[in-house]
């Protein structure tokens, strides 16, 4: 917090008429010394100086450095004013002041020990689209609430029993990869992740009504990162019309749920939670919350299982290992006649620190937003009311001093767990990702079946493609085979 200015007391003097030579050696004596220690005794009340802004470059009026951002890789962009600035900077991005940190003390600060002070925040177009009552957009005790709740569907020991379930959709898809040779990677990701978000949203059952909020899903999905432009025929308009359309859709599904109790999942935690008398949602609470959840599990996974998939090709040598390591399993199931179990995800310490080290650098979420709800002082720096902070995740990821050798892909790092507060794929704090344990569970039943299944060669070219996340280019186009040839 920033002290309050006080008021600089002023030195005063006293003078009297001309006195003789001596006298007047002895008086300035004692009158430089009086002034010595009143200029000590001021310069002890002056307050501190009042905060600087970081350092860093606000760009160019109104648009700041949102062409330097946008017109550059953004890492570099980050890495540059890292180099140049340090690990705490100003800069200027789509119309807002922002303060971007790059270190794990100052990241704990914003997102941990001083996090009332700063309130998450997303365009107002996007919260919108998500619906505004969901967990993303809150704080305090409206979102401790619904956080408990979401994180109680997605704990180890409320997904262990989906372990099944999951692996039914892997084989659903990978059989359907049989028949092709040349396979979407990121496509095909965004499906497995879409169906068992959907799993871990309305459980197993599923009524007839979730046909059509996957095809209105699709519609907002669509118009999500389109310009936010209200007018006939947009995406964006096209998005807001299916929003409308999946609240009906949903109602109707918590209508039949709350006939039945409940029932399984996320949509069937939120409506116990009603029945044991504790805070009341909404239906449209409920709404925006399940659009959220499924809106937050399904990109971002979709995004780190292509880059799993490049990773490992890659690294062959990885990829061997990995496929030995899945291999075992799959003879010791294949004796037992058994289907994967929770405990065989627990067996897979390799695959683990494949999809650590995946999830460390490929850092799909580089960074995450905050605006601080007052003045608040950093680092001897000044953090005005309003503007954005960013914690950027993968600055931190990619910071030597933490990770040796940041560019090279190497999972054996973590054999020993990274130091506190450098290792966020999944952000830290009051908002940290309730899907976590989900996310990883999802990746390593598919890593099992696929490796034990097929191979696979990358066509195509090397690079990056941002939509949001950033993910291989043209989606890692891939040519799969049988893994017996
Ligand atoms: C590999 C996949 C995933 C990654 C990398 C990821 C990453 C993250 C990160 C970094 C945050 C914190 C954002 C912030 O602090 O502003 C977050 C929040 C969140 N994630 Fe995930 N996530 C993943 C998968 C999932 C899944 C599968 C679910 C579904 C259960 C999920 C649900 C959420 C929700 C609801 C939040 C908001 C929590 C809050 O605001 O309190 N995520 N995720």
């Known amino acids: 917090m920033l002290p309050s200015p006080t008021s600089v007391?002023?030195?005063?003097?006293?003078?009297?008429?001309?006195?003789?030579?001596?006298?007047?050696?002895?008086?300035?004596?004692?009158?430089?010394?009086?002034?010595?220690?009143?200029?000590?005794?001021?310069?002890?009340?002056?307050?501190?100086?009042?905060?600087?802004?970081?350092?860093?470059?606000?760009?160019?009026?109104?648009?700041?450095?949102?062409?330097?951002?946008?017109?550059q890789n953004p890492n570099s962009f980050f890495s540059n004013r890292e180099k140049r600035y340090g690990e705490i900077f100003k800069t200027h991005i789509l119309g807002c002041p922002c303060v971007m940190i790059s270190s794990p003390k100052l990241a704990k600060i914003v997102l941990v020990s001083q996090s009332h002070m700063f309130k998450p925040t997303y365009p107002p177009s996007k919260e919108k689209m998500i619906g505004p009552e969901a967990v993303f957009f809150h704080q305090g005790p409206y979102h401790s609430h619904l956080k408990k709740l979401i994180q109680s569907s997605f704990l180890p020991s409320a997904i262990k029993g989906s372990v099944s379930q999951i692996e039914d959709v892997v084989l659903r898809f990978l059989l359907t990869w049989e028949h092709r040779i040349t396979i979407n990677t990121l496509h095909e990701m965004k499906k497995y992740a879409f169906e068992v978000a959907m799993l871990s949203v309305f459980g197993n059952k599923l009524e007839s009504e979730?046909?059509?909020?996957?095809?209105?899903?699709?519609?907002?999905?669509?118009?999500?990162?389109?310009?936010?432009?209200?007018?006939?025929?947009?995406?964006?308009?096209?998005?807001?019309?299916?929003?409308?359309?999946?609240?009906?859709?949903?109602?109707?599904?918590?209508?039949?749920?709350?006939?039945?109790s409940g029932?399984?999942?996320?949509?069937?935690?939120?409506?116990?939670?009603?029945?044991?008398?504790?805070?009341?949602?909404?239906?449209?609470?409920?709404?925006?919350?399940?659009?959220?959840?499924?809106?937050?599990?399904?990109?971002?996974?979709?995004?780190?299982?292509t880059w799993l998939l490049k990773y490992l090709h890659d690294n062959p040598h990885l990829?061997?290992?990995?496929?030995?390591?899945?291999?075992?399993?799959?003879?010791?199931?294949?004796?037992?006649?058994?289907?994967?179990?929770?405990?065989?995800?627990?067996?897979?310490?390799?695959?683990?620190?494949?999809?650590?080290?995946?999830?460390?650098?490929?850092?799909?979420?580089s960074f995450t937003y905050r605006e601080a709800v007052e003045d608040v002082e950093m680092e001897g720096y000044l953090i005005p009311k309003g503007w954005k902070v960013l914690p950027l995740f993968r600055s931190i990821h990619y910071s030597s001093h933490f990770f040796p050798h940041p560019h090279k892909f190497d999972p054996s790092r973590f054999e020993v767990a990274p130091r506190p507060n450098t290792y966020m794929p999944f952000g830290k704090g009051a908002h940290s990702c309730p899907g976590s344990e989900l996310a990883?569970?999802?990746?390593?039943?598919?890593?099992?079946?696929?490796?034990?299944?097929?191979?696979?060669?990358?066509?195509?070219?090397?690079?990056?493609?941002?939509?949001?996340?950033?993910?291989?280019?043209?989606?890692?186009?891939?040519?799969?085979?049988?893994?017996?040839?």
């Open 9 to 71: 007391v002023s030195p005063h003097s006293i003078f009297h008429h001309p006195p003789p030579p001596l006298v007047t050696l002895v008086v300035f004596l004692v009158l430089l010394i009086l002034v010595h220690k009143l200029k000590r005794r001021n310069h002890h009340t002056t307050p501190p100086l009042k905060p600087r802004l970081p350092p860093g470059s606000m760009g160019w009026p109104y648009i700041g450095e949102t062409l330097k951002l946008y017109t």
């Open 210 to 260: 979730i046909e059509g909020i996957r095809d209105l899903y699709q519609c907002l999905e669509k118009g999500y990162n389109s310009m936010p432009l209200d007018l006939p025929g947009t995406p964006f308009n096209k998005a807001m019309k299916a929003r409308k359309g999946l609240n009906e859709k949903l109602r109707r599904v918590i209508e039949k749920r709350k006939e039945m």
């Open 263 to 305: 029932g399984e999942g996320l949509l069937g935690a939120l409506l116990s939670n009603e029945a044991e008398g504790k805070m009341k949602l909404s239906e449209s609470q409920i709404a925006d919350n399940i659009i959220g959840v499924i809106f937050a599990a399904h990109d971002t996974t979709a995004s780190v299982l």
């Open 319 to 365: 990829l061997h290992a990995v496929r030995r390591e899945q291999e075992e399993i799959r003879c010791k199931r294949l004796e037992a006649n058994r289907r994967i179990t929770w405990d065989d995800t627990r067996q897979m310490p390799l695959s683990t620190r494949v999809i650590q080290e995946t999830l460390r650098a490929a850092s799909i979420l």
């Open 440 to 485: 990883k569970l999802e990746m390593l039943v598919f890593l099992h079946h696929l490796t034990t299944t097929f191979k696979w060669e990358v066509i195509g070219e090397d690079g990056v493609q941002y939509g949001p996340f950033p993910v291989p280019r043209d989606g890692l186009p891939i040519k799969v085979y049988s893994a017996n040839k």
